[in-house]
């Protein structure tokens, strides 16, 4: 059995003293109806290394032999697909499982069909069982799950939402148990996850390389032993692991006898209502996690502790309102909102008897107390300094307004309110991984076609297997009868359905496009591109061209708020060399080309079309534009001009690129929307 490394090692701290990542995964399977945890952090900070060191850790489950779906023996209501079982079935003993679902899965795998082959050779239809049924009562695992397709990570967030998984498919009806513990872990630097994905985890939490320089020479340290000898490091923290499992046993025999007071909801309720989350589900989560966390700390109440390490620990994701939007909480106004004390004991069911009701007059006495106090206040007694003409008035809500910042080559311009824009595709059909923009053949979608099956498990297309068979009978000595099938007779649905591009984007940052506001247009409609583009689940990149060179201001990644930024600190001014930017963007398309050739790019260039850069720059433009072209990339050349007068050299230069040209004025879905109308009303007049 291979050794894996320790939890407790690479934690690096013992069981009383977890930081954040260690403790939402301890006390998501103390409790696994939290829902899962979400581990966000730049590579190499040993996410992956944590969450397979914690199936070791976790106490070991009972399963009937031959069970693939791991029911519980000691519960009577559970059912399997493979049972029944009675009594005299034997049980055995197996440590919990670490199911990996790779990000290329497809919903089959997960989900689990029809055995093709066996419904074929022995005639009976027979449900071969995914991901999710052998995840049950253990840990599911999603690495990078931001690059998963967004109907998968729904379908994982409500399988373990509601416990059960039902399949109906190709002549298969199975309905199986699936509470298991749901990990993710990402890169934000590769795109985040939607925020109405991101409130379907229970838990988040950031992780980072430590800075220190000795907490990182003894990360080294640790490792290096390890790989010299796997079995003497791991016996070392031994110990530590084996105590570590016998407190998560105990907090789940304790889970059931914590108390969450009336005291305790409401501050769960006002914290949850002050930092504005939306629904109810945060509610619950954070009380769910307070009491997990009074178990683990050996509690049988919930405290304002208990309270404050579960806000931590699911609030912060939960208030990422726009796609841009960084997760974050205040602990400040956290603790404002907890206060200092302990929460006040449950209140008696009657009044107290040895407290007097307040009267009336009572009442009117401390009122007109307070006003005293507020009049002497206003007398001059109050050492608030008085307002003055000069006060600035009180901020309405709105940010100031940031004039552009002016450097030494160029002003820095930031762009408006984004706007809904008009969709880009990619030409032809492509085989890419799913997305929501360009048309491909994908697990999803409508039947387009049919093919040989890749393994023993797909959607069954049986008109086409049928008729795969149909022609091969007299050569089986069959003519009459049923029709015989064989293994090369099956066939598989072949889907239409969409999927995700390259959008690199290549912007003329010159002085032209900054004249008359044009930069603040031009970074607004990039912005709004962005915002499609993060919807549609593209990988993104950005080329800028002024003065004298071109610059790869971000090479293509899946992380559309690092392009916003981006976008953000592009400067204006200078000549336009407009050649060296399409040379540029022409040498990232090739060398994504060569990484993933099934990734198809789609390159929106965004200029006025004037060359200005360098010598011969209108004849070597034209030579530039002609090798892009070659390389056979669908092109958009949004033009960037205005005014009453235009030189349509983006026109131009859109014709020998053999691409799209599209008015910086009609990049908006509505501005699209009215000139289709204008243009109906026009024809019908």
């Known amino acids: ?206 992780v980072a390389a430590p800075r220190e320089p000795a907490l990182r020479a003894e990360v080294v340290r640790r490792r290096m032993a390890y790989d010299a000898n796997p079995v003497a490091f791991t016996a070392r923290y031994r110990d530590t692991d084996r105590a570590l499992t016998e407190r998560v046993e105990t907090a789940r025999e304790r889970l059931a006898k914590v108390r969450l007071t009336e005291s305790a909801l409401m501050k769960i309720a006002e914290v949850c209502a002050t930092f504005e989350v939306d629904g109810l589900r945060a509610d619950i989560v954070t009380a769910r996690t307070a009491v997990a966390h009074a178990a683990w700390e050996g509690r049988d109440e919930v405290t304002r502790a208990d309270i404050r390490r579960a806000a931590l620990l699911a609030l912060p994701h939960r208030r990422r309102r726009n796609p841009f939007d960084a997760p974050g909480l205040d602990e400040d106004l956290l603790d404002q909102i907890l206060g200092d004390d302990e929460l006040p004991p449950e209140p008696p069911e009657g009044p107290a008897p040895d407290e007097p009701p307040t009267s009336p007059e009572d009442n009117t006495q401390d009122q007109a107390q307070g006003d005293g106090q507020r009049d002497e206040a206003a007398d001059g007694d109050s050492d608030q300094a008085p307002a003055t003409d000069d006060t600035p008035p009180e901020s309405d809500g709105e940010p100031p307004v940031t004039p552009p910042a002016v450097t030494e080559s160029g002003s820095t311009v930031r762009a408006t309110a984004p706007y809904r824009p008009r969709l880009l595709k990619v030409q032809g059909l492509g085989e890419g991984a799913a997305g929501r923009r360009s048309r491909a053949l994908a697990s999803t979608g409508r039947r387009v076609g049919a093919r040989r099956p890749d393994g023993p498990t797909g959607s069954l297309h049986l008109a086409e297997t049928l008729l795969a068979a149909a022609g091969k009978q007299s050569s089986r000595g069959r003519t009459t009868g049923r029709v015989e099938l064989r293994n090369e ?66 090479p293509p990644t899946h992380s559309v708020d690092i392009a916003a930024a981006r976008l953000d600190e592009v400067p204006a001014g200078g000549r336009t060399p407009l050649a060296e930017g399409l040379l540029e963007a022409a040498r990232v398309l090739t060398r994504e080309r060569m990484r993933d050739p099934r990734l198809r790019p789609l390159l929106v260039l965004v200029t006025d079309g004037r060359a200005t850069g360098g010598k011969d720059a209108v004849a070597r433009s034209q030579q530039a534009a002609e090798y892009v072209a070659g390389l056979g990339v669908t092109t958009v050349v949004i033009d960037g001009e205005s005014g009453p007068l235009r030189l349509g050299l983006a026109l131009r230069l859109a014709e020998l690129l053999r691409a799209e040209h599209l008015p910086m004025a009609e990049v908006s879905a509505e501005a699209l929307a009215g000139t289709v109308r204008s243009r109906t009303q026009k024809g019908a007049a």
């Open 1 to 206: 059995m291979p050794q894996h490394y320790p939890f407790s090692a690479v934690l690096g701290c013992e069981t009383d003293a977890l930081d954040d990542m260690g403790l939402a995964l301890v006390l998501t399977t103390i409790s696994p109806e939290i829902g899962g945890v979400l581990v966000r952090g730049e590579k190499g900070t040993a996410k992956s290394t944590t969450v397979r060191a914690l199936a070791a850790v976790l106490p070991p489950i009972d399963v009937y032999a031959g069970d693939r779906f791991s029911v519980d023996p000691a519960d009577p209501a559970a059912t399997s697909p493979d049972g029944p079982f009675g009594t005299e079935t034997e049980t055995i003993v197996r440590p919990v499982r670490l199911v990996e679902l790779p990000v290329g899965a497809t919903e089959d795998r997960v989900l689990g069909s029809l055995h093709l082959e066996r419904a074929l050779s022995h005639g009976k239809v027979e449900y071969e069982p995914g991901l999710l049924a052998r995840a049950h009562r253990g840990i599911l695992y999603v690495d990078e799950v931001n690059l998963l397709h967004d109907h998968l990570v729904d379908l994982l967030l409500d399988a373990a939402a509601m416990g059960q998984v039902t399949v109906e498919r190709d002549g298969v009806s199975v309905e199986h148990a699936a509470r298991f513990v749901l990990i993710g872990t990402m890169n934000p630097e590769e795109g985040e996850l939607r925020p109405q994905l991101l409130d379907r985890f229970g838990l988040t939490v950031e």
């Open 489 to 554: 007779d099956l066939r598989v649905a072949v889907r239409e359905g969409r999927e995700a591009n390259l959008v690199l984007f290549c912007v003329d940052a010159s002085g032209s496009m900054a004249a008359r506001k044009r930069m603040t247009q031009v970074k607004t409609a990039i912005l709004s591109l962005l915002l499609d583009a993060y919807r549609r689940r593209d990988k993104v990149g950005l080329v800028t061209f002024r003065g004298a060179e071109a610059t790869v201001a971000l």
